[in-house]
């Protein structure tokens, strides 16, 4: 056991965690929101519509995560037109690429935790708002999402956490996050078995705070207090 | 199309024996999964609480941290690791470990914390009365387990199975780092020597696609097998 070299290491792997909770935070926050549109047009009675969004979700969740990464980072590259537009600024970057990649992918399990959720809400909840008179907007928002949060919130953390997992894979486009600055350790130092103790100690943290945040949440929004 | 033609002029035949290799690295994880699986799904029920945390420790460290650090830890450690082994025997060359058994070893590992925890749930979702009645007639233990446990817990685990299964067929497209040539490693090289990155991966996940597709069949089939009864 190399302690020293345990010791040294842990800074720069801190740093780049650094990067690992940036590209964390903003796919699961541009996730969630496409996860939340492709779930209302899941529960929409129109079957093109309805189908586009299923294709969305299956394509998504039926690939790995880094043939997605590949195909926005190496494939788009490849369209000449797409060279000359302003989206060439984004799509250069492996940044953006990884964010782009990550959302898309969270976007699609989220639609269908969502979905799964919107599905379970009784109809007599809506129907009760209804006959109170409240307009089908208020009642989507005031009572169906409230609900839809409650009911989504354990298998959304499992998301979370999943989402988390994945971000490491932007260490194969060039990015440096935890992984790859982890690898980039291991493959100088060949110390394998130190630095994984360290970098998965952290990751190991992080899930632990996540964890633990959904369950307070769980408790704070459920019905029996 | 051309590109995809078998033979010396297309990447058809390279790509077909490269998903052979992905169907054969995830039936090994699974297998090498299930085995974990076998050794720390008793641990976590048992009622000794030091066994206890040793199943709780594999299951949460392996759910916790990147299949992608796990996978190098096993690709820049493995062959140390049993170098190490070999010296205690006497024997100081290097060995090479192939790439198919540090793959099926990592993502293996990985599987078997999922599928532990799928076991896990279903033995316990199965009704403490069925231990108990299989007790009274005087099977023994053997028995219990096989005979009456096992196909009632194989019922509930199922459904779940394919979820494990899933995952790991897809995790297999990061052992590509190690060098292993299945889908993604050989879309990677025909994309580099063709230059035609976006067609080779958009092949690469139509590839995937019709994996888990034709495994979803194959696996609802075998719910309902063992659904009989229900």
New interface residues.
């Given amino acids: 056991m190399d302690f020293d070299l345990m010791i040294t290491s842990f800074p720069k792997l801190l740093g780049a965690t650094v990067v690992t909770l940036k590209l964390l935070s903003a796919s699961l926050f541009f996730g969630l929101l496409l996860g939340l549109f492709f779930a209302i047009l899941r529960l929409n009675k129109n079957i093109f519509i309805n189908k586009f969004a299923y294709g969305y979700s299956?394509?998504f969740r039926?690939?790995?995560?880094?043939?997605?990464i590949?195909?926005i980072y190496?494939?788009?590259g490849?369209?000449e037109y797409l060279r000359t537009t302003f989206l060439w600024v984004i799509l250069k970057e492996p940044y953006w690429c990884a964010i782009i990649a990550f959302t898309l992918n969270t976007g699609a399990y989220t639609s269908e935790i969502l979905r799964s959720a919107f599905q379970t809400i009784k109809p007599g909840i809506i129907e009760a708002g209804k006959s109170l008179g409240i307009s089908n907007k208020i009642i989507f928002y005031k009572i169906q999402i409230p609900i839809a949060i409650r009911q989504s919130l354990p298998a959304y953390g499992n998301e979370i956490?999943l989402m988390?997992?994945?971000?490491?894979?932007a260490?194969?486009v060039t990015l440096m996050d935890l992984?790859g600055v982890?690898?980039y350790i291991?493959?100088t130092t060949?110390k394998?078995?130190e630095v994984?103790i360290v970098?998965?100690g952290i990751?190991?943290f992080m899930?632990?705070v996540i964890h633990n945040i959904i369950k307070y949440l769980e408790k704070k929004y459920s019905f029996q207090q | 199309m051309e590109l995809l033609a078998f033979g010396k002029t297309g990447w058809g035949d390279e790509l077909f024996y490269a998903t052979l290799m992905t169907i054969a690295v995830s039936i090994t994880a699974m297998l090498v999964g299930f085995f974990f699986a076998l050794i720390f799904t008793p641990l976590k029920l048992s009622k000794y609480k030091s066994l206890n945390l040793v199943g709780n420790f594999y299951t949460t460290v392996i759910r916790g941290v990147p299949e992608l650090l796990v996978i190098y830890l096993f690709f820049f450690g493995g062959s140390g690791a049993i170098m190490y082994v070999a010296s205690i025997f006497g024997y100081y060359e290097y060995i090479e470990i192939n790439a198919f058994i540090t793959g099926s070893m990592a993502i293996g590992i990985i599987s078997g914390a999922y599928s532990t925890e799928v076991f896990r749930g279903a033995i316990q979702s199965i009704d403490k009365g069925q231990f108990e009645a299989a007790k009274v007639l005087g099977i023994n233990k053997f028995g219990q387990f096989y005979k009456i446990i096992l196909p009632q817990m194989l019922r509930l685990a199922i459904p779940n199975l394919s979820n494990v299964w899933q995952i790991t067929l897809k995790d297999t497209s990061l052992i590509s780092v190690t060098g292993l040539v299945e889908i993604m490693r050989q879309s990677y090289i025909a994309a580099g020597s063709t230059r035609d990155p976006l067609f080779f991966y958009s092949f690469a996940a139509v590839l995937y696609l019709m994996l888990t597709y034709m495994s979803m069949k194959l696996i609802n089939k075998l719910e309902v097998r063992y659904s009989r009864g229900y």
């Fill in positions: 299956y394509i039926g690939t790995p995560l880094l043939v997605q590949f195909i190496f494939g788009l490849q369209i956490i988390m997992k994945g971000t490491s894979l260490s194969t992984t982890a690898k291991i493959s060949f394998p078995i994984f970098a998965g990751y190991l899930t632990f």
